[in-house]
């Protein structure tokens, strides 16, 4: 069932097995998951079932370190980052997983087979087949197609299965509507877990949520168990604002809650030139096989050479840029039109180079029918783009702003910054891919190696409620449950003890399918 809480009388109780916050890709995953082997959920969404002004002005907030501005990378609506989501998928691996000790607070604490037998019913959801692998999307590649032929050693060829992308609240619509024991509520922001009173209650335990509508009207959800699945801000930021355990928040006992927190450093660096672009590009060039193929590569340090020279891996993947196309231009242009901080500059820009500007528009235009049409043969050279695991460090971190929302909620700041070893590891790779490609014969490549990179997001929040057995070291354990909190769980790459290399979205999948098996099986 699919409700509007604006309906829902202030004052107003409602009992249930499960409360899940949050409507994005895990929440609904999870949700469907419990009422289909019959738990009562009632699930959470701060938004409608579209995007309104006055929802993403919720979400506002401030940022130090590298700038980006988190309010504007996330989608507050039924269906979350699913909305902005370009359908790149690729599942965790066992290095992704694993424990170096040049890289301070790495490895995942659970098995990697615990993960990946959730892999089937995460590729399901994401409408990616299940069963694809490197050498079958390779057997079926376009005719005359190959992967780079690079060093196995350094590099090696990484599989992106690509989704739709699946839209979460459009495509599980009914399915929500028509489970008999969930109940979605749209625009019901939760704002306040409140623990368990009264001389027979256990005060470590969350009696209820508080939950807030655009309307005015203020209603409770209780629940034997809750389970956070609102991203890697606003997971911490409730637990931070939930004062019931003091004044430090929930499971904040050893002030981890919205440390660690993690997003993928994103750089464009200079410019390659094939010498056969035709027989790689339409494998490496994501602006392509996200529109024309169900899969694609990149190319990413190996394992053991990433050991060797005590470096993060990189993945570094293309984007062909046509005749007549002015890339630099064209992001203005088009940021000029769109909300966010970006806004700003772009506008800036253009009015302090009109004339540039303006010539480069029909060009830029030209070149996008180029892209649309896939003219291969007018790719004038290919941007090389990378992103690196992130380094775990406390001091990145999401606290709470003195600044309020319309809810009265404390408004998220975030602390991320790039550290040395992450800028290290990138400059790395791109010196490497350039030596390789032009050893072999393949082309010639430019690079643009400052030291002081321009570093883009990726807006993958992770890291912020990680996962650890020990409560000095994380702020939920391998099942996802709270420290000291034992009918409290979060679920989604906030837990996450690592970054991976990779998207998250198929990880963020199978946890929340491993949860909805553990909370199907127990009653707290």
């Not at 469907?32 to 969404?45: I, K």
């Not at 040049?102 to 299940?130: D, F, K, M, Q, T």
């Not at 940021?335 to 806004?343: E, H, K, T, Y």
């Amino acid at each position: 069932m699919i409700e509007d809480a604006r309906s829902v009388g202030s004052g107003e109780l409602i009992a249930t097995d499960i409360c899940v916050v949050g409507a994005g890709i895990a929440g609904i995953a999870l949700a469907l998951q419990l009422a289909a082997a019959g738990r009562t959920v009632v699930l959470l969404e701060g938004g409608g079932a579209r995007r309104s002004a006055f929802s993403d002005s919720l979400y506002r907030c401030k940022v130090e370190g590298v700038i980006d501005d988190y309010g504007f990378s996330r989608s507050r609506y039924l269906g979350g980052s699913s909305n902005c989501w370009t359908g790149w998928c690729q599942p965790i691996s066992r290095a992704d997983m694993a424990v170096r000790d040049w890289v301070p607070n790495s490895g995942w604490p659970i098995a990697y087979e615990e993960i990946v037998r959730y892999a089937r019913g995460a590729a399901n959801l994401l409408e990616v087949a299940p069963d694809m692998t490197l050498e079958s999307c390779l057997e079926n590649a376009p005719p005359g197609t190959a992967p780079l032929p690079l060093a196995p050693e350094i590099f090696r060829p990484t599989l992106s299965l690509i989704s739709p992308p699946t839209r979460f609240g459009l495509i599980y619509r009914d399915a929500l509507r028509r489970a008999e024991t969930l109940r979605l509520l749209l625009h019901a922001t939760a704002t306040e877990l409140v623990p368990a009173s009264g001389p027979l209650a256990d005060p470590r335990r969350i009696d209820h949520a508080v939950v807030r509508t655009p309307s005015g009207s203020v209603f409770r959800i209780q629940a034997r168990q809750f389970v956070l699945a609102a991203g890697g801000i606003e997971n911490p930021r409730l637990l931070l604002a939930s004062k019931g355990h003091g004044p430090a928040g929930l499971g904040n006992a050893h002030d981890l809650v919205g440390r660690y927190f993690m997003d993928h450093a994103r750089v464009r660096s200079g410019t390659l030139v094939l010498e056969d672009p035709d027989r790689f590009s339409r494998l490496y060039d994501g602006s392509y096989f996200r529109a024309h193929a169900e899969f694609g590569l990149s190319v990413t340090l190996a394992e053991a050479y990433a050991a060797r020279q005590k470096l993060l891996p990189s993945q570094i993947g293309l984007r062909a840029v046509f005749r007549g196309e002015d890339t630099v231009r064209a992001v203005r242009i088009r940021d000029a039109f769109r909300l966010g901080p970006a806004n700003a500059k772009a506008r800036a820009a253009i009015a302090a180079d009109p004339f540039r500007t303006a010539g480069s528009v029909f060009p830029n235009a030209l070149a996008y029918g180029f892209r649309k049409a896939s003219l291969r043969r007018l790719i004038r050279h290919f941007v090389m783009e990378s992103v690196v695991e992130p380094e775990p460090d406390p001091e990145n971190r999401v606290t709470l702003d003195d600044e309020h929302d319309d809810f009265g909620m404390p408004r998220a700041k975030v602390r991320w910054s790039v550290g040395v070893l992450e800028r290290r590891s990138l400059n790395h790779a791109f010196v490497l891919l350039k030596d390789e490609v032009e050893r072999r014969g393949l082309g010639r490549a430019t690079l643009d190696l400052p030291e002081d990179h321009v570093i883009l997001s990726t807006s993958h929040h992770m890291g912020s409620t990680r996962m650890d057995p020990d409560p000095t070291r994380g702020v939920v354990d391998t099942d996802g449950a709270v420290h000291g909190i034992p009918n409290l769980f979060v679920t989604g790459s906030s837990v996450f003890p690592t970054g991976l290399v990779g998207p998250p979205t198929m990880t963020i999948c199978m946890l929340a399918l491993r949860l909805a098996d553990r909370l199907a099986t127990t009653r707290a």
